[in-house]
C-alpha cells in the first residue's frame, strides 16, 4: 500500500469528506420536497426528523448511511491501514466533525449521534467502546425513559463517560471517545429538543422540568 493511502491525515481528510455527506437532509429533499429542518423546533437536518418528516423507510435509510459514513472510513484506517494511538484521535473524530460542522450545511450539521455510533462500530477491533453508550442509550430510552431526545443523548453520554473511564483499560481509546462524545455533547447543549423534561419509568414519572421549577422556588 502506498505511504500516503496507509497515513492517518488520509484518512482524516476522506473521514471529513464522507462525514460532511448530509443524507438525512439531502435524500428526504430529492425523494421527497422535504426539508427536515421544519419537521422540529430544533430545526436538526439529522436522522430522528428525516423520520418524522419523510417516514420511516426514508428515514431509517438515512440513519443507516448516516452511520455507515462514518463507519467506513474510520473501518478502513484501522483494519487495513493498521492505523492504532494517537494517531486514532483525529481519524475517529473527522467524520462526526464533518457531519456536526457540514460545509455542505454552511457548517450547520447536525448533531452526528449516527455517526459517533458508526465511530464507535469501527473501532471494534481494538475496543469495545461501542458497548457503553448504546446500553446506555437502552437503559435511558427504554427503562429510565429520559424525555426529550436531546436530555436522552445528554444523559446516556455522560453516563457513558463513567463506563469509559474506569472500564476502558487503553488510555488513548479514552482520549479517543471523549474527542468525538464532546462533539456530540456540544451540538446536543447548543441545539436541544423543546418541550418539557421528564425521567420516568414505565407509566410512573419520577421528575419534571416542572417539578424542579417548583423546588427552586422559594
Known amino acids: 500500500m502506498p505511504v500516503f493511502f496507509s497515513s492517518y491525515l488520509f484518512y482524516t481528510l476522506i473521514g471529513f469528506v464522507s462525514g460532511s455527506i448530509m443524507y438525512s437532509y439531502s435524500l428526504p429533499r430529492v425523494l421527497r420536497g422535504i426539508d427536515v429542518r421544519d419537521a ?3 430545526r436538526n437536518p439529522g436522522g ?21 459514513k462514518a463507519f467506513l472510513p474510520v473501518y478502513a484506517a484501522v483494519t487495513y491501514a493498521g492505523i492504532r494511538g494517537t494517531e486514532l484521535i483525529p481519524v475517529a473524530a473527522a467524520p462526526v466533525l464533518g457531519h456536526a460542522f ?37 437503559v435511558f430510552k427504554f427503562l429510565v425513559t429520559v424525555k426529550p431526545d436531546s436530555l ?11 463506563a469509559v473511564l474506569f472500564l476502558e483499560p487503553d488510555p488513548v481509546m479514552r482520549v479517543v471517545f471523549f474527542a468525538v462524545q464532546a462533539v ?18 414505565g407509566k410512573h414519572i419520577f421528575l419534571t422540568s416542572d417539578s424542579l421549577l417548583k423546588l427552586r422556588r422559594p
Open 40 to 42: 422540529a423546533p430544533d
Open 48 to 68: 430522528a426528523n428525516a423520520v418524522a418528516s419523510a417516514g420511516k423507510a426514508i428515514g431509517l435509510l438515512c440513519i443507516a448511511l448516516d452511520v455507515l
Open 102 to 138: 457540514s460545509p455542505l450545511l454552511r457548517f450547520r450539521g447536525g448533531k452526528a449521534v449516527s455517526a459517533f455510533y458508526g465511530v464507535l462500530l469501527a473501532l471494534w477491533p481494538v475496543s469495545h467502546l461501542v458497548v457503553f453508550p448504546a446500553a446506555a442509550m437502552v
Open 152 to 162: 436522552c443523548v445528554f444523559v446516556s453520554l455522560f453516563v457513558s463517560c463513567f
Open 184 to 201: 456530540v455533547l456540544y451540538k446536543t447543549v447548543r441545539n436541544p429538543n423543546h418541550g418539557q423534561a421528564s425521567i420516568s419509568v
